[in-house]
């Protein structure tokens, strides 16, 4: 089976860098632009997980200031986001790496292609997402009716549908 980036653990460079900035700043006020780049940097360095220690760049920002990113211990590439697999994981390195290091895929990008779940799970979700909406209430009346209405019509075509039939079916004797 695939393994997908919901299933693996990971650690993110923006807040990271955000939550080190807010320290550099309180402490340094007043200074300039690249001593404040040169500052975080240097806080970034010591940041580790799990033992491992990560390599940074940054560029420009058009707004000024700058925008972060790790350097992948493998392939040198940026990214935003380093995963790790779980340790169950079988023939993956087990250390941090960017997602095509890893060969991760995200779960949606792996369901989009399944028409089960084209024609099952998105209109339940949907559904779901449309009864949530209605229940928290402080919508117009208008609103209500048209989520009521697009509600109906999942329904219809869910129970039309063979795909659905096969669904509940192995949903029913506990086959999924």
């Given amino acids: ?3 997908t980036v919901e299933q693996c653990y990971s650690v993110c460079v923006n807040p ?3 939550s080190i900035k807010e320290t550099v ?3 340094n006020p007043g200074c300039s ?3 404040m780049r040169n500052l975080i940097y240097k806080e970034l360095k010591d940041f580790s997980v799990n033992e491992q220690y990560f390599e940074y760049t940054s560029i420009n920002n058009f707004l ?3 925008r972060w990113f790790f350097v992948c211990p493998k392939c040198k590439n940026r990214a935003t986001k380093l995963f790790l697999p779980p340790a169950e994981a079988k023939n993956r390195e087990q250390r941090y790496l960017c997602k095509n290091c890893h060969k991760l895929k995200n779960q ?3 369901q989009g292609q399944n028409s089960m779940y084209k024609k099952v799970t998105r209109p339940i979700k949907r559904m779901k997402e449309i009864e949530d909406k209605i229940a928290r209430g402080h919508l117009r009346p208008e609103k209500i009716q048209k989520l009521l209405d697009e509600h109906e019509r999942l329904e219809r075509d869910l129970k039309a ?3 659905y039939r096969l669904f509940s079916f192995k949903k029913k ?3 999924l």
Avoid: F, T, V
Wanted: no cysteine; charged share 35%; hydrophobic share 25%.
């Fill in 1 to 3: 089976m695939q393994l």
């Fill in 16 to 18: 990271l860098q955000k």
């Fill in 25 to 27: 700043e309180k402490n």
């Fill in 33 to 35: 632009k690249e001593e």
């Fill in 64 to 66: 000024g200031g700058y």
């Fill in 108 to 110: 949606s990008a792996i």
């Fill in 161 to 163: 549908s063979p795909e």
């Fill in 173 to 175: 004797h506990d086959l």
